[in-house]
């Protein structure tokens, strides 16, 4: 079996690809692996299709954030040769939250990594780009898309950026006049959050569907409609801890195969943190399954059920 380590430079802190590197070195001793530092957006999947399209038996390691885990996932999906992983680097590694409080340790040793089990994990389809987590389209995803504009500015830090895109959006640009399509309900008007779960977190911790399993054939759908500043203020906290079933008369919530949504306005999707815009959408299971290996310590089956989540 080969071992590939694809690097993400500009994940994490100065000198942590150099560190992974000489980590490689020494963990992998005695294993036949790869290493290959990406320089250009894209090229983590070109790399990861390439091995997967060798016919060879083949562990893929994307080493950074969730951006690098779906370049790779988008390269190696639907290979039955190939199996993927998340090493983290840096400090968006939303979809591995998934695995528990020890996520970070477990997917930092890498001999107990190569080593483990996998288990084919469904997909997203979001306008022909696979998704692995969670994909956003309200104001949340108007948050990611728009960080970087506050993460330039002097003296603001990761964390102080996010609180300032949120501020900026929530007072200017709440929500969106939609039109949403799951399974039987239809909905047309102002939506504020539309978000649809494979995975469970996203967004830096926030747990929309604490249920949410990422090998069980369905996708857990929420929308939020127009409301107050205020409302949205008092509910915020529930929608992050995966109480969605406390608030059923502001949230409609679906779990099924697909949804279409759609605007006159362009909207902001985001996919396991990377942005898409377009007017329509559609978000369904994808045919395409991807295998997904972890340390034998770790699981990833939820242990939060929907009763407990609305305590």
Do not use: W
Request: aromatic share 8%; proline share 4%; with cysteine.
């Amino acid at each position: 079996m080969k071992h590939l380590f694809i690097i993400n430079p500009s994940a994490g802190k100065r000198g942590s690809t150099d560190a992974l590197v000489g980590q490689i070195q020494k963990e992998m001793a005695g294993l036949e692996y790869q290493v290959a530092v990406t320089s250009a957006p894209g090229e983590g999947e070109a790399l990861a299709r390439r091995a997967a399209e060798s016919g060879e038996e083949v562990r893929i390691y994307a080493c950074g954030g969730d951006g690098t885990l779906n370049e790779v996932v988008n390269g190696a999906a639907g290979y039955p040769n190939a199996a993927v992983t998340n090493v983290p680097k840096g400090s968006g590694n939303d979809f591995l939250r998934i695995f528990g409080s020890g996520f970070r340790e477990g997917f930092s040793d890498l001999r107990a990594l190569s080593e483990g089990p996998q288990a084919a994990f469904d997909l997203m389809d979001c306008n022909g780009r696979l998704g692995i987590g969670v994909v956003c389209a309200g104001v949340d995803a108007r948050v990611a898309a728009g960080i970087h504009r506050y993460k330039a500015l002097p003296l603001v830090s990761g964390s102080m950026a996010y609180v300032l895109a949120l501020i900026v959006n929530v007072i200017r640009d709440l929500t969106r006049s939609t039109v949403i399509d799951m399974g039987p309900i239809h909905l047309e008007g102002e939506s504020t959050i539309i978000c649809i779960c494979n995975g469970r977190y996203y967004g830096g911790g926030f747990m929309p569907v604490g249920e949410a399993e990422p090998d069980d054939g369905v996708l857990d759908m929420l929308v939020v409609p127009r409301v107050s500043r205020l409302t949205f203020a008092r509910l915020v906290g529930d929608y992050a801890k995966g109480r969605y079933r406390l608030h059923p008369e502001v949230i409609t919530d679906y779990h099924g195969q697909s949804i279409t949504f759609s605007s006159q306005r362009e909207l902001v999707a985001v996919v396991d943190g990377e942005v898409m815009r377009a007017r329509r959408f559609t978000v369904a299971l994808a045919e395409k399954k991807v295998n997904f290996f972890y340390p034998a310590a770790l699981d990833f089956h939820a242990k939060v059920s929907t009763l407990q989540a609305c305590l």
